[in-house]
């Protein structure tokens, strides 16, 4: 039996595993969010980066891709997180990380977009730059017709900081 996992980061544009088929998509009551922090990809323990996942938002839509996965190996290979199998959205798998710091020690939360462009800008780890995930991830949304104003506001800021240094 297929199951279909929903992307709205980096899955979007690098999905690391085999899929059968991908669609482009989108999932009612939720928003993108970079409240994620990353110290093992886009930052470190002592420097994070941050990533995105979801909170919930009555009335938006966030898009993203879908993936159908048949082969069992491949199903085990895009649930690599055991708290990544809870069903969401009409069979959709996704992820979304608790703002709940007993279960997500990473969780940093909402800041003004100035801070969150700033620690973007500074975090790197062993996937590379916070930057390019964040510029990866806005190339992805604009290649599916996606324009997101929170993703758009910090990719904007993070280039205004750039270009002053």
């Known amino acids: 039996m297929a199951m279909w996992v929903f992307g709205y980061g980096s899955l979007i544009w690098k999905a690391g595993f085999n899929y059968d088929d991908r669609l482009v998509g989108f999932i009612k009551d939720y928003r ?19 990533t995105v996942t979801l909170e919930p938002a009555h009335g938006e839509v ?31 798998m996704m992820y979304i990380g608790s703002p709940d710091k007993n279960f997500n020690e990473n969780y940093l939360g909402p800041a003004p977009v100035k801070e ?13 730059p916070n930057r390019e995930y964040l510029f990866q991830l806005e190339k992805a949304l604009l290649q599916i017709g996606c324009k997101d104003k929170h993703v758009m506001d910090l990719a904007n800021e993070v280039r205004r900081i750039l270009s002053e240094v």
């Open 32 to 50: 993108r969010v970079f409240y994620q922090g990353s110290t093992d990809h886009r930052g470190t323990p002592e420097y994070p980066g941050r």
């Open 116 to 128: 969150i462009a700033k620690q973007i800008v500074h975090a790197e780890g062993p996937s590379g």
């Open 62 to 92: 966030c898009w993203g891709a879908a993936y159908k996965i048949s082969k069992k190996e491949d199903k085990e290979t895009a649930l690599t997180d055991p708290t990544a199998t809870t069903p969401a959205i009409s069979g959709v």
